[in-house]
């Protein structure tokens, strides 16, 4: 790594305290301008330019340019992204892996599907009236009965059903039944994954109930690793069955499933402690209409940045850096790399940042609601969540800036990590929601348009940035990072039973 004349001096001053300040002294909550986290926040926050995140943005561009203006998984843009990142990481010292991920390469049906009751009675249902696959549903051949999880008929006016949403709603469930559940308030791949690790052989999720919640439509989940046939059927389908004693179906799903493989790229500091791991990601890959300049190669390139600049800190903490594949189509990489930890892999990382589009044309300086203080969607996130929400909010203030809260919607990274208990936050400056026009007199920018106008489509190049909120938003992240690989006093230690509430039900598309 370069540094500067003026960068090694202040760096080698920097070090200097960090020798004579011992790192674990004891100092209250908010840091005084003398603590080696201050220092080495600042000095951070110096090396870390807009300039040269910009320059990593322009790279990025030029290699959708070259591999046919997309970075998306699966494709050679995406490759040639992931070597960009890991090659400049590793010349800065960092040890560097590539955690292969598997993705869904294509996906069709042989015929169509079969979901017919064969007792007590028999009756045949419609493909594509009375159910649809669940794209990507594996291939499978079942006939067993029925068991109903958690279901709330007749339904409640408004959507409140929480069926498979959480693992006790399958206490009782009896392995080599088909999981018979209610759509709801929670992703389908949650209670997809939920009824595989029941010991359920197929799955049928039938629609709520309430008007415009009665049908089935396809749609792409995203999930195949339940290995296991799945469905979606029509609330009268649904209802019917639960509603028959002893029901026994035949479900058959004949399709074709090939997998891809793509690699999130990890990159970890040879110093710090192992026992405290503070982990910051971005997911690297674009949609495949574009090269996904601002989504998401703006966090990746602050991200990047950031750990180029603090490769030669003496942190006190092990600082990974993680760029994610395959967020596009399902939050692939961040859920594969979280459901391989083990639980004490799981422990040892205290805290997640993520930084998910920080570079909207229309922005606004959004921070993840951790302690759920705007009441608004996904509850609080796991203990911890509030603090970092905190430390972010103190970075814009000391800078006069405004800034509101974004809800834990499940869009982003963060998922998998506040499912297992992990105290998570970052920042997010919009994407196709409409700026109000109180945002509007706080951030600048026009109300009733879009955030980013160009999201998740090929207008989405290097002129799709704001440089003025990545500027912003790389010093915000390079002043978190510094600051808590030098000290976790404002991060609880996580119990078990915090670890098991995080209160979030998961990633993947919403039901």
């Known amino acids: 790594m370069r540094i500067l004349r003026r960068g090694r001096a202040a760096l080698a001053g920097a070090m200097a305290l960090a020798v004579t300040v011992p790192l674990a002294a004891a100092a209250p909550a908010e840091a005084g301008t003398g603590s080696v986290e201050e220092v080495f926040s600042r000095l951070l926050v110096k090396q870390v330019s807009g300039k040269n995140v910009d320059k990593h943005l322009k790279a990025l561009q030029a290699i959708s340019d070259a591999n046919g203006g997309s970075r998306a998984a699966g494709t050679p843009g995406y490759d040639a992204s992931r070597d960009y990142v890991a090659n400049r990481l590793r010349r800065a010292g960092y040890k560097v892996s590539l955690q292969p991920i598997d993705f869904v390469k294509s996906w069709s049906e042989n015929s169509q599907p079969v979901l017919a009751l064969e007792s007590p009675n028999q009756k045949s249902y419609t493909a594509g009236t009375d159910f649809v696959t669940f794209q990507p549903s594996p291939a499978g051949d079942v006939t067993a009965q029925v068991q109903a999880v958690d279901l709330t008929l007749p339904p409640t006016p408004a959507p409140t059903s929480t069926s498979g949403c959480e693992a006790a709603d399958f206490a009782g469930f009896v392995s080599g ?4 559940i209610q759509r709801g308030t929670c992703p389908f791949t949650t209670k ?3 009824a595989k690790a029941a010991g359920a052989t197929g799955i049928i999720i039938f629609n709520e109930g309430q008007p415009g919640r009665t049908d089935p439509f396809p749609l792409d989940i995203g999930e195949w690793r ?7 059927a029509s609330f009268a389908v649904g209802n019917e069955l ?9 479900l058959k799903v004949d399709s074709n499933l090939v997998l891809g493989t793509n690699h999130n790229v990890i990159a970890e ?3 710090g402690n192992p026992d405290n791991v503070v982990m910051i990601g971005a997911h690297l890959d674009s949609v495949t209409e574009g090269p996904g300049i601002n989504d998401n190669g ?3 390139a602050a991200i990047l940045e950031t750990a180029l600049q603090m490769s030669a800190y003496p942190v006190r903490n092990k600082v990974r850096f993680a760029f994610w594949a395959a967020e596009e189509i399902g939050l692939l990489g961040s859920d594969q790399y979280v459901a391989a930890l083990s639980a004490a892999e799981r422990d040892r990382i205290r805290l997640y940042l993520n930084f998910d589009m920080v570079a909207s044309p229309n922005y606004a300086y959004k921070l993840y609601d951790g302690d759920d203080s705007d009441g608004v969607g996904s509850p609080a996130g796991p203990p911890g969540s509030a603090q970092i929400e905190k430390q972010l909010e103190r970075f814009f203030d000391r800078r006069g800036l405004g800034h509101v809260g974004t809800d834990f919607d499940g869009r982003s990274d963060y998922g998998p990590f506040i499912a297992v208990g992990i105290p998570s936050g970052g920042i997010f400056t919009g994407a196709e929601g409409i700026k109000t026009p109180e945002e509007a007199a706080l951030f600048g920018g026009t109300a009733g348009v879009a955030y980013d106008i160009c999201y998740h489509q090929a207008c989405d190049t290097i002129t799709n940035v704001n440089r003025t909120a990545l500027d912003v938003n790389a010093d915000a992240i390079a002043d978190s990072v510094a600051r808590y690989a030098f000290s976790l006093r ?18 993947g598309a919403a039901a």
Request: aromatic share 4%; glycine share 12%; proline share 6%.
């Open 226 to 232: 339940a290995g296991i046939p799945m469905v979606f």
């Open 269 to 271: 500091s040879r110093r």
């Open 298 to 300: 703006s966090g990746s």
């Open 490 to 507: 404002s991060i609880p230690a996580r119990t078990r039973a915090a670890m098991l509430s995080g209160g979030f039900a998961g990633s």
């Open 177 to 180: 039944r088909i999981a018979l």
């Open 192 to 194: 997809v994954q939920n």
């Open 242 to 250: 639960a509603s028959t004693p002893g029901a026994t179906v035949h």
